[in-house]
């Protein structure tokens, strides 16, 4: 257990903060510092080194600096986060690191003072009658972190120990759903998914062509992935071109028939209906939507 004192001495620094939210969701990240997730609506399993955890809204989740962890969101609803990058400590070298997904990357070393988890998972339950305030207090804090004004520095800082206290305040011991560092079932998944990262998505990719990338059959690779992370890989792949589709689209440099060439989908009409599917709406309101939305702040309460 962490005790809360040791938040006392802290001073931390906030590389970057973000409100995500997608239909569905699915990914693959090693972090540079610690990340701080609360989740507004929705549930996914985290997978923190080969641990899952099954988490909802209300649950918050701290994970420390290059801890591969896997997101698994399937649920019907949206599934929103509150995202908070941070360093316990300012320092002026670690300042200087770019946000980024750190895997296959050179780690830099992290400060021993830095280790304030411990290597530790914290899992927090916030009662359902503070979760307002949560939500809140991240929102006044996300907009002082995207302007410039005197005292924003004071502000971040206590802002984030602020949300850490909160945290362990109400953490939660939590049975993992499973366990599988050692398992070489999961070791497989993640090089199917780090396949997939890097693979070319406006080419053919099938179960086929993936499991035989990582040197497994196709039958035993669909098998362990629904076993374990109980989507079919199909579907896994299938959110992937979505969500990079999404990227393509937010980033306007792009149309919607470019964005459907460059995802591997065989016609604009299959990229439609599929995006709808998913997203709940057509890939031309996403791109309107978004354009309107850009600089709103939206609130999301369960």
């Not at 689209?249 to 065989?266: I, Q």
Request: glycine content about 4%.
């Amino acid at each position: 257990m962490i005790d809360i004192s040791r938040l006392s001495p802290i001073d931390p620094y906030v590389r970057m903060m973000k409100l995500q939210k997608e239909a569905s969701f699915s990914g693959k990240w090693e972090d540079i510092d610690n990340v701080f997730t609360y989740i507004a609506v929705g549930n996914a399993d985290f997978i923190v080194n080969g641990i899952s955890y099954h988490l909802h809204a209300g649950n918050i989740i701290i994970i420390p600096p290059y801890m591969t962890h896997v997101i698994i969101s399937n649920s019907m609803e949206p599934f929103v986060q509150y995202l908070m990058h941070f360093d316990f400590y300012e320092c002026p070298e670690r300042k200087g690191l770019v946000h980024k997904n750190m895997l296959e990357e050179q780690q830099p070393v992290i400060p021993e003072r830095e280790c304030v988890l411990d290597d530790n998972v914290i899992i927090s339950e916030i009662p359902e009658a503070e979760r307002n305030q949560i939500v809140l207090r991240y929102l006044n804090l996300l907009q002082e972190f995207n302007e410039e004004r005197p005292g924003k520095e004071l502000i971040m800082k206590a802002g984030c120990i602020e949300l850490l206290v909160n945290a362990l305040r109400n953490r939660i011991e939590v049975k993992e759903k499973s366990s599988r560092k050692k398992s070489k079932s999961w070791i497989h998944i993640e090089n199917a998914m780090e396949y997939i990262m890097n693979a070319d998505l406006s080419e053919d990719l099938t179960n086929e062509s993936i499991a035989g990338a990582i040197g497994v059959s196709a039958n035993y690779l669909t098998s362990i992935f629904q076993m374990y992370l109980g989507i079919p890989l199909h579907k896994y792949i299938v959110n992937v071109r979505i969500e990079h589709a999404q990227q393509l689209l937010l980033s306007g440099k792009v149309n919607v028939t470019e964005a459907a060439d460059l995802t591997g989908f065989s016609s604009i009409h299959v990229f439609s209906k599929t995006f709808k599917s998913i997203m709940g709406i057509s890939p031309s309101q996403f791109m309107n939507e978004t354009v309107t939305k850009k600089k709103e702040v939206n609130f999301y309460v369960d």
